[in-house]
């Protein structure tokens, strides 16, 4: 059984910084690409980083992209997304997904992150 | 970027009608090789998104025959017959041609 887990969540000042892990179970990692989405209180989803299976290629939309930070230890099954220069408007629950063929096919059950002073 | 743009349901649906949520991108999904990259995602009250349709029609792994995807390189149908109570939630179109990728804003679907 796929198993993703999300840590990491919580509380932050605006600027300042967190990172986010997600555990993986249930499937060989090192196959697949992976993924973050977030989604702000009552908004749809956002899709915020990938990662190919071997960590060498990663992709951001242009509302991350230079702050945030997506990648993967293959050996301990996990992946990360370091989030710095945080802004109120990235509050928002974090989920991890795993990829499939050009789908997102098991989710996360998602960590909230709340950026205020 | 690919703006997905999803139609709302005149909710709330019968318990045993059908519903159809569409889906319209600003560029074609067809993929060079045949492929469509539109999926589709149910986020349950209080869940994470799961899975339901991809590459436009066809059904993720445990998913009820009653669901059912559909359409053309910008225009997109999911069908649910005979809507039950599992089925409410939001329902979210995403394409995966290109990056960024992109969701819709999501279609509600209350039950009667």
């Known amino acids: 059984e796929v198993q993703l887990v999300e840590t990491g969540g919580g509380l932050v000042q605006p600027g300042r910084s967190l990172k986010l892990s997600c555990v993986a179970s249930?499937?060989?990692?090192?196959?697949?690409?992976m993924y973050w989405i977030r989604q702000a209180p009552g908004k749809g989803l956002e899709w915020v980083s990938s990662?190919?299976?071997?960590?060498?290629?990663?992709y951001y939309p242009d509302s991350v992209k230079g702050r945030f930070t997506i990648s993967r230890d293959n050996a301990e099954n996990t992946i990360y997304l370091q989030m710095n220069s945080l802004r109120s408007e990235d509050t928002a629950t974090y989920y991890c997904?795993?990829?499939?063929?050009?789908?997102?096919?098991?989710w996360g059950q998602g960590v909230m992150v709340t950026v205020s002073s | 970027d690919i703006v997905m743009t999803q139609g709302a349901l005149p909710n709330p649906v019968p318990s045993g009608e059908s519903a159809s949520i569409t889906c319209q991108s600003s560029?074609?999904?067809?993929?060079?090789?045949?492929?469509?990259?539109l999926n589709w995602y149910l986020q349950r009250p209080g869940q994470s998104p799961q899975l339901l349709i991809y590459?436009?029609?066809t059904r993720s792994s445990g998913v009820s025959d009653r669901f059912s995807g559909s359409g053309s390189g910008t225009d997109f149908t999911l069908k649910i017959s005979s809507v039950e109570a599992e089925d409410v939630g939001v329902y979210y179109c995403?394409?995966?041609?290109?990056?960024?990728?992109?969701f819709g804003g999501g279609t509600k679907l209350e039950l009667k």
């Open positions: 997904a795993k990829g499939g063929n050009y789908y997102f096919d098991y």
């Open positions: 249930g499937f060989t990692f090192s196959n697949y690409w």
């Open positions: 990662i190919n299976s071997d960590g060498g290629s990663t």
């Open positions: 560029k074609s999904l067809l993929h060079s090789n045949g492929k469509t990259y």
């Open positions: 590459w436009m029609s």
């Open positions: 995403q394409q995966f041609l290109e990056y960024p990728r992109t």
